[in-house]
Each structure stands twice: as structure tokens, then as C-alpha cells.
T-cell receptor, first 113, second 114 residues
Framework: KQEVTQIPAALSVPEGENLVLNCSFT??????LQWFRQDPGKGLTSLLL?????REQTSGRLNASLDKSSGRSTLYIAASQPGDSATYLC????????????FGKGTTLSVSS | NAGVTQTPKFQVLKTGQSMTLQCAQD?????MSWYRQDPGMGLRLIHY???????DQGEVPNGYNVSRSTTEDFPLRLLSAAPSQTSVYFC?????????????FGSGTRLTVV
């Protein structure tokens, strides 16, 4: 059974720091991996999608990497801002495309000004 | 382009009542799924569908029914509400042509069962 773990569960940093959020999964047979952001009381916003054949994806200050063989992904946030404060969720898709996502429990990030 | 629309946004039910959470998408996505989100438990899959007329159970299907008569709609039915079903429910869709975007989520339905 696929399990997704995110470490740390919570992280507090001062504004301007670069930071890394970690995601690990137990079964390397995945279709893709997706990072989401969730603000309190809100829905999920997709940040980055990495296909199983890819190593990384970038969007602005965000960079996500994928190492399927070791079952790991990282989300790198450069020059953090208070507006980055949110919960970040990692989710993997099983090999059969569209058969729904398996989520980690998230990392709650707080960036202080 | 509205994406994934969930209604209602909030609902309070009494134990034993039934109701339907609505989910509609306008992106012609073939795959749709329902999740519940609980503190400390993360998001867990309830049911999913890989196309009209095809549904399957996820991790926590008990107490819920789904059907998929059209590509656009994927309603979630609570048969007899219980306090344990108090949660935030999210619907998501995914299209094979949307390889660059992944799953799209609705804004959620916050359900309280008293």
C-alpha cells in the first residue's frame, strides 16, 4: 500500500530564507507527483506537477524535484515571504492514471516578517 | 472557465438525515474523485470515477454512495448522516489531456453532523 510522508509537519522561518520541504513515498511505481498549497479554510491550489519521467519542475520561486528510485521529492522555496505561509501537501498518483491521489499530511509553513 | 464547482459550501445535518453533495466540472475531464479532510488524518479518498458509468471505492467509502451518469457531474450521497462524517469534502477532476496541470480541486464543502 502506497504511503506518503511529509517532514517536517511544521516549519517556522524568517522572511527571506530559502527552505526545503520533504516528501517521501513507499512505492516508486507512480504516474506523477503533485505539490499543492492550502490556505486555512480554503481549497487546494496546484503548485507543481512532476511526471514520473521528469526530474524537476520550476515555477517562479518554487522548484520541485523527484527521485523515483529513492521515493523522494523536495519542494524548494526561494526567498520566502509572509504570503508563502500555508500548508503544503504532496500527493502521488498510482500508475493507473486518474485513479486518484494519495496524500501526505502536509507541512505547515509560517514565514515571519 | 469555472473549473470544479462544489455545492453547497456549508451544510449542517442532523444525525440520520441524507443529503447529496454536488460536484460539477466543465473541463471535459474523464477522471473525478471525492476526498474528505480531517484534522490529523489528511485527505482520504472516498470514491472515484474513471469515466461516465464507472465508479470505484477508495480508502473510506462506507456511508457514501456515488454515481456518474454524465462526464460533468459526480455527486456524493450521504445515506444516513453520522457525526463521524463531520468533515470537509473536496471533489477533484483530472483529464488525460491535462498532463501539464494535474488534478484540479473544488473549493470544498464543510459538513457538520449534529
Amino acid at each position: 500500500k502506497q504511503e506518503v510522508t511529509q517532514i517536517p509537519a511544521a516549519l517556522s522561518v524568517p522572511e527571506g530564507e530559502n527552505l526545503v520541504l520533504n516528501c517521501s513515498f513507499t512505492d516508486s511505481a507512480i504516474y506523477n507527483l503533485q505539490w499543492f498549497r492550502q490556505d486555512p479554510g480554503k481549497g487546494l491550489t496546484s503548485l507543481l506537477l512532476i511526471q514520473s519521467s521528469q526530474r524537476e519542475q520550476t515555477s517562479g520561486r518554487l522548484n520541485a524535484s523527484l527521485d523515483k528510485s529513492s521515493g523522494r521529492s523536495t519542494l524548494y522555496i526561494a526567498a520566502s515571504q509572509p504570503g508563502d505561509s500555508a500548508t503544503y501537501l504532496c500527493a502521488v498518483s498510482p500508475p493507473q492514471a486518474g485513479t486518484a491521489l494519495i496524500f501526505g499530511k502536509g507541512t505547515t509553513l509560517s514565514v515571519s516578517s | 472557465n469555472a473549473g470544479v464547482t462544489q455545492t453547497p459550501k456549508f451544510q449542517v445535518l442532523k444525525t440520520g438525515q441524507s443529503m447529496t453533495l454536488q460536484c460539477a466540472q466543465d473541463m471535459n475531464h474523464e477522471y473525478m474523485s471525492w476526498y474528505r479532510q480531517d484534522p490529523g488524518m489528511g485527505l482520504r479518498l472516498i470514491h472515484y470515477s474513471v469515466g461516465a458509468g464507472i465508479t470505484d471505492q477508495g480508502e473510506v467509502p462506507n456511508g457514501y454512495n456515488v454515481s456518474r451518469s454524465t462526464t460533468e457531474d459526480f455527486p456524493l450521497r450521504l445515506l444516513s448522516a453520522a457525526p463521524s462524517q463531520t468533515s470537509v469534502y473536496f471533489c477533484a477532476s483530472y483529464g488525460a489531456a491535462a498532463l501539464d496541470y494535474g488534478y484540479t480541486f473544488g473549493s470544498g464543502t464543510r459538513l457538520t453532523v449534529v
